[in-house]
């Protein structure tokens, strides 16, 4: 049998060697011989930007110049039997037989050198690809006939300078200089092994790539491996190669327009042929590099120019400020179409590793940039544009491994104030870090009451108020589910570099950037706010065809003219996927354009200014000044702008996002929008201000003006007005689970309010305002309170139950009134630590109370009313054990209004013997708009109210807010009687 299948086996080989014996003759010029056509990369309207496959990029040299490493890692990786077979590995060729037999179809390849140096030369791209067993069979009857034909030293020559290596680079000569700019001769055994392993893989093992480098490390481990088990090196030699320090060579494309752009271009075209025609990796680089492929990509040339002009000039303009880089990325938000990308300021500009594309690969910090979408997440979890934070003091225990324990993080806001209650609307457009840490709080908030395990939040917890008696305890909250739901958010926009994988790399200081991610992703995250919350992948390719004109694929009807449509033709069109609710990305883009209410922090007509030009925009400046950002978009195009150092240093201390990025963005966009046929020439267009157009089920409210400090306490109006604020008219939408459809939420679960208790109401629209019946607390059941709770702030009322209210026996008096208050912040206790079962109590809603107080705020009061509270607001009389003294305050009356607010009358009764000058009674007041310190009203009075007839005791002009009054008596020069007294001024 044996010897029927060698006669059988030498049949075949003669009648393939006369058959092929011109395929056979090629070989002999194949010094001369160039086995690929140009690819040439295009801008969208077909102007070359580059050849990038061309003949430069191969170098011959002879086996002699080429390191012995290299030669042995190259057999031992690839055909470890190279000069012992015949041109094939027949173990290999009989398990694909095998194999082909069984399924019907080429499972396995094993080809040798001399196949492969075969399959790339002489096979054409349509049998090269195919996989078939007579393919197989030609390749390995051809590979023994060369062998037959030429020397195994000639054969390996000439597959060291046919094989391609990644990064342009063909033959071990180019590739050793690409990857470490020395001759192929001079490799050493580590940088050898590393080459030797590329040819297999060369897409997926770019050690150029940061992403890819570690698996081209790997990969050498395994050339290594294998030489060792071929005796080619000892093992000695073996772990100091794993040790060697590669010394990469300095990219030196040849490109001269828009460089980042074309090498990420070529990047991009091997993925797409990987994913959309389904080809090995191998196979798509012989494509590529022999296919002659013209690839029309996404920039226009005039869009580059503009954003590099922009970069440009700003350079020159910040030179002494430590700004050395910048960064530029203009997409259309409907396509996702790349229309310019500046990767850096200058691309040969070795000082600053110019080459290296920021835009596209730089993690970089976003710092205020990322608030946007951490106000789009509060809004799909129930906020609304007039939601109230309190921009106050905040401390968060934070586990610090430095020093094993827990420290406290203290956010700041850029200009070192505080603001008190801010708005969303005026938090994000005044990029105030405060209320971006308290909102990204807010994402894990829930109800640790056992009462309630699952998590309900009812109206008691949304305004901060309990049934029961006692200090109020708000929310809790779980810092990881609240990292979890801003990153898994920012995921839906196309944000790779952000993972819940590695939640505890996080803390809340990702509100205000503290994670790292590209220029490209965060300006594709804001072309989702653009597109009204579709997200449509960015991409750099419209078009390629083959060498006949033949559509391979095409993007958006992105092909020429001329182009050929075959049934091979893959065509795809923009294909977004609804991410956020439209009508969230709408209010947060109406925010971002509101030039006046941002203009508190960021100034009037500045960078962020566009006349006549309806864009959103938002900055960003890390703490350090290391980054500075500005994003921002019409309806048609987005512009992400990043500034800084390569090597990350700080900037100029100062240098903000408004000084650093704003000005090239703000160039750029008034630049192409000035310029009318640029934008209109990209086809398909809606209006500018698409963006800014309320969808459906938008619906506008008048909002009572209650941020800042335009609620002052005791006010039972609006004082300040009302304004108009943008609501969602039905729960938001958001994604039923990852890349799945937007759904409504379920409506946040109220539970009915109890018969007894407080009865809050919510009287505005933006759920931060209550109207709440309260009773003023006399002093000194306040001091007794502060005491016992240890409390920084002193309560001014407490909150009257309803049964007390509707309680007959109590005579409900004057002083019991239903004022309006401000909600206080929701986070008051952090989620128990892993070193402890109890929660840690933050300091949040006492600092509010406190800043409250000092600007005489009205901010809801803490403490439900007890019997012991409900005394003191109509005194009645204080009999003295001093004879003839009694005193009493029975009320204040209003008089009209003075230039100082009101006027206030107070009645009651004042009787003292009249035995000489040193007996008298006295008024004295404080609080409100006077301040802390007593002052007595007018003068003493030595004329006492006979027989306790109430009467006029005294009267003042005072402004809106809470008085404290105090009646005292005096007789020989000693207090016998004392009567406190507690009252608001409307």
């Not at 997926?204 to 490390?217: F, V, Y």
Request: net charge negative; proline share 7%; with cysteine.
């Amino acid at each position: 049998m044996l010897f029927s299948m060698l006669v059988s086996g030498c049949m075949v080989y003669d009648h393939y060697s006369d058959r092929l014996d011109d395929q056979i003759a090629k070989l002999d010029d194949l010094h001369s011989y160039r086995s690929f056509q140009t690819t040439v990369i295009y801008d969208r309207y077909g102007n070359e930007l580059d050849q990038v496959f061309g003949e430069g990029r191969r170098t011959y040299v002879s086996l002699d110049q080429i390191s012995p490493y290299l030669i042995d890692a190259t057999i031992a990786y690839e055909d470890d039997t190279f000069y012992d077979n015949e041109g094939v590995d027949i173990p290999s060729i009989a398990r694909a037989a095998y194999q082909y037999a069984r399924y019907g179809y080429v499972v396995s390849g094993g080809s040798t050198i001399t196949q492969q140096l075969i399959r790339n030369v002489l096979f054409t791209e349509e049998y090269k690809n195919e996989q078939s067993l007579n393919r197989k069979a030609d390749e390995a009857i051809l590979a023994m006939t060369l062998t037959q034909r030429m020397s195994k030293d000639e054969i390996l020559e000439m597959y060291l300078n046919e094989v391609y290596y990644g990064n342009l680079a063909y033959g071990i000569e180019e590739a050793s200089r690409t990857y470490f700019n020395k001759s192929a001769a001079d490799l050493t055994l580590g940088e050898a092994a590393l080459l030797a392993a590329l040819p297999n893989r060369p897409a997926l093992l770019n050690p150029m790539d940061p992403e890819l480098s570690g698996a081209a490390l790997t990969a050498r481990e395994e050339v290594l491996a294998r030489m060792l088990d071929n005796d080619f090196i000892t093992e000695a030699e073996r772990t100091a190669a794993l040790g060697e320090q590669l010394n990469w060579a300095e990219i030196k494309a040849r490109l001269q327009a828009a460089p980042h752009f074309t090498l990420f271009a070529e990047a991009e075209l091997e993925t797409l042929l990987l994913t959309e025609l389904g080809l090995p990796p191998t196979e798509v680089e012989n494509l590529i590099a022999e296919g002659g492929l013209q690839v029309y990509t996404t920039i226009d040339m005039e869009f580059q120019g503009i954003a590099e002009t922009a970069v440009a000039v700003q350079m020159e303009e910040m030179e002494g400020q430590n700004m050395n880089n910048a960064a530029v990325i203009v997409l259309q938000p409907h396509t996702g179409e790349i229309l310019a990308m500046v990767g850096s300021a200058d691309f040969d500009n070795e000082d600053i590793d110019g080459n290296f594309n920021v835009a596209a690969d730089g993690l970089r910090q976003p710092g205020s940039s990322i608030k946007p979408f951490v106000y789009v997440a509060a809004l799909e979890r129930g906020w609304n544009a007039a939601t109230i934070i309190w921009d106050t003091p905040v401390e968060i225990p934070a586990w610090d491994p430095a020093i094993s324990n827990y420290a406290v993080y203290r956010p700041q806001n850029y200009d070192t104030d505080f603001h008190g209650p801010v708005t969303v609307r005026e938090a994000l457009a005044n990029s105030y870090n405060i209320p971006a840490v308290q909102t990204l709080r807010y994402l894990g908030a829930y109800d640790a009451a056992p009462a309630d395990p699952n998590r309900v939040v009812d109206a008691y917890d949304l305004i901060g108020v309990q049934a029961q008696q006692g200090p109020q305890d708000l929310l809790s909250y779980n810092e990881r589910d609240a990292l979890d739901y801003l990153i898994r958010l920012l995921n839906r926009t196309g944000v790779e570099n952000l993972s819940t994988d590695n939640l505890d790399n996080y803390g809340v200081s990702l509100a205000l950037g503290g994670g790292e991610l590209t220029p490209l992703e965060l300006t594709t995250a804001y072309a989702v706010l653009a597109n009204g919350g579709v997200y449509v992948p960015h991409t750099a390719i419209r078009c390629v065809l083959n060498s006949d004109d033949e559509i391979i694929f095409e993007y958006e009807s992105g092909c020429p003219g001329n182009a050929i449509r075959t049934e091979r033709s893959i065509s795809r069109e923009a294909q977004g996927t609804p991410v956020f609710d439209p009508r969230i990305a709408f209010i947060i883009s109406d925010i971002l354009a509101d030039e006046e209410t941002r203009q508190t922090e960021m100034g009037i007509n500045g960078d962020l200014y566009t006349p006549n030009i309806p864009t959103s925009v938002k900055t960003g400046t890390t703490n350090d000044y290391r980054d500075n950002w500005t994003v921002g978009y019409t309806r048609n195009v987005v512009v992400g702008v990043w500034t800084g150092n390569t090597d990350n240093s700080p900037m100029q201390s100062g240098i903000s996002g408004l000084d650093g990025a704003a000005p090239i963005w703000n160039q750029v966009m008034m630049d192409m929008h000035t310029n009318r046929t640029l934008i209109d020439g990209l086809g398909y267009r809606l209006p500018d201000n698409d963006h800014l157009q309320p969808p459906p089920g938008v619906r506008t409210e008048q909002v009572c003006r209650i941020s800042r400090a335009s609620l002052p306490d005791a006010s039972t109006d609006c004082p300040a007005g009302r304004y108009s604020e943008f609501f969602l008219s039905s729960p938001p939408l958001v994604p039923a689970y990852a890349g799945g459809p937007l759904e409504p939420t379920a409506a946040i679960r109220y539970q009915n309010l109890p018969d007894n208790g407080p009865q809050p109401q919510i009287v505005d629209p933006s759920g931060s305002l209550v109207r709440m019946a309260v009773f003023p607390l006399q002093p000194d059941i306040a001091t007794r309170l502060v005491a016992d709770h240890r409390l920084p702030v002193e309560p001014r009322y407490c909150q009257v139950p309803v049964e007390v209210l509707r309680d007959p026996s109590f005579v409900q008096s004057a002083a019991v009134q239903e004022m309006l208050f401000i909600v206080p912040p929701i986070n008051a206790v952090a989620a128990p630590l892993p070193s402890s079962s109890q929660p840690i109590h933050n300091a949040d809603a006492t600092n509010a109370r406190t800043w409250a107080r000092d600007h005489n705020l009205a901010i809801l009061p803490q403490y439900v009313c007890t019997a012991e509270m409900l005394v003191g607001g109509s005194s009645g009389p204080s009999v003295s054990t001093v004879p003839g003294v009694i005193a009493s305050i029975d009320g204040v009356s209003f008089g009209g209004a003075s230039a100082y607010g009101q006027k206030a009358i107070f009645n009651g009764t004042a009787t003292f013997p009249d035995t000489g000058s040193d007996d008298f009674y006295r008024l004295q007041i404080r609080g409100g708009g006077l301040g802390p310190e007593w002052r007595t009203i007018g003068d003493v009075n030595q004329w006492p109210y006979a027989n306790g007839t109430s009467g006029v005791l005294g009267e003042i002009d005072l402004p809106p807010g809470t008085y404290e009054l105090l009646l005292e008596v005096i007789v020989d020069s000693q207090i016998v009687a004392t009567v406190p007294y507690t009252f608001s001024v409307g």
